[in-house]
């Protein structure tokens, strides 16, 4: 394969992955407001940090998601309906975590750093290469749990990469009302290993520092703090009204930087791609959406 065709078949996978991310995450909404899922926590403007980091991942390891993940699961191979079942408090874990190596939802905020440390610990002593992956938010980096993990991972060298998705808020609470550290991923060199900041509304970036991050502590060399700044450009969950307590022009210039149409735009510029496969991919995806759209609501009984 030559170097464009290996860049185009790169670009393609990762704009149907946030593309099909980001419809999800339209659906659910939609499934939210008919009764048909109980709450939902939109990831939608957070897909490429997302499917980035899930891609970079090898056969073996495991991605330990808070409840915000949706585009690394469905990457990942999990269903549609799987997730929905699981919004709709019809299942805790309704996939094969195992096989999709997916692990379940962590509602508890940070709670789920200390099982990633864990298993990555408990993996290298049976003697594996494999690397836990696990996500968090920035409000999540001022949880007791999460510095013990941290620590813990430095101490053991744990082979984790730990990334936090910084998309500016803890609910209503702005970052620069949660920490005086001026970023979060200058947190990482306390407890004894690398941190980095990434655009985290670039695919590309993330997967590289992804891909980087997850060869050096597979080789031995420690764990990771991977800071992907972004933005929640939806509310908290599907109870909540971000213009009671957010800067709106904010969340407009950041929309400017949505990264489903950013990468999209990328590709059409370069001349990599044409118009007509990105809309080949967006009618497949969209078809497959109302085709599980329509099982699900038969399955728990909703428009018979």
């Not at 991942?57 to 915000?68: E, K, Q």
Request: glycine share 10%.
């Amino acid at each position: 394969m030559s170097e464009v065709s290996f860049q185009l078949s790169l670009g393609l996978k990762a704009y149907a992955a946030m593309y099909r991310a980001r419809r999800f995450d339209e659906t659910t909404i939609a499934l939210q407001r008919q009764g048909a899922v109980a709450g939902y926590a939109s990831a939608r403007g957070q897909e490429a940090g997302q499917c980035g980091v899930a891609a970079s991942l090898g056969a073996t390891d495991m991605l330990f998601p808070s409840y915000r993940q949706p585009g690394a699961g469905l990457l990942m191979g999990v269903q549609p309906a799987e997730l929905w079942r699981f919004h709709g408090r019809q299942s805790y874990c309704p996939w094969d975590w195992k096989a999709r190596r997916f692990f379940a939802y962590c509602v508890p905020v940070g709670s789920q750093l200390a099982h990633a440390v864990g298993w990555a610990i408990a993996r290298r002593r049976l003697g594996a290469k494999d690397v836990s992956v696990v996500f968090f938010g920035d409000g999540s980096s001022s949880q007791g749990e999460v510095h013990e993990a941290m620590n813990l991972a430095g101490v053991f060298n744990a082979p984790t990469v730990f990334v936090c998705e910084n998309n500016g808020w803890a609910i209503s609470l702005p970052v620069a009302q949660q920490t005086a550290a001026s970023t979060l991923h200058a947190r990482a060199f306390g407890y004894g290993f690398a941190g980095i900041r990434i655009d985290g509304n670039d695919e590309a970036a993330v997967r590289l520092a992804a891909e980087a991050a997850i060869a050096k502590a597979r080789a031995g060399f420690g764990p990771t703090l991977l800071e992907l700044v972004t933005f929640r450009l939806g509310g908290h969950t599907t109870s909540d009204n971000p213009g009671l307590y957010r800067d709106e022009i904010a969340a407009e210039q950041w929309a400017m930087r949505d990264p489903v149409p950013l990468h999209r735009r990328r590709m059409l510029a370069d001349a990599v791609c044409t118009e007509a496969i990105l809309s080949d991919i967006e009618a497949r995806t969209d078809a497959e959406l109302r085709a599980g759209t329509e099982m699900y609501l038969k399955e728990i009984h909703i428009g018979e």
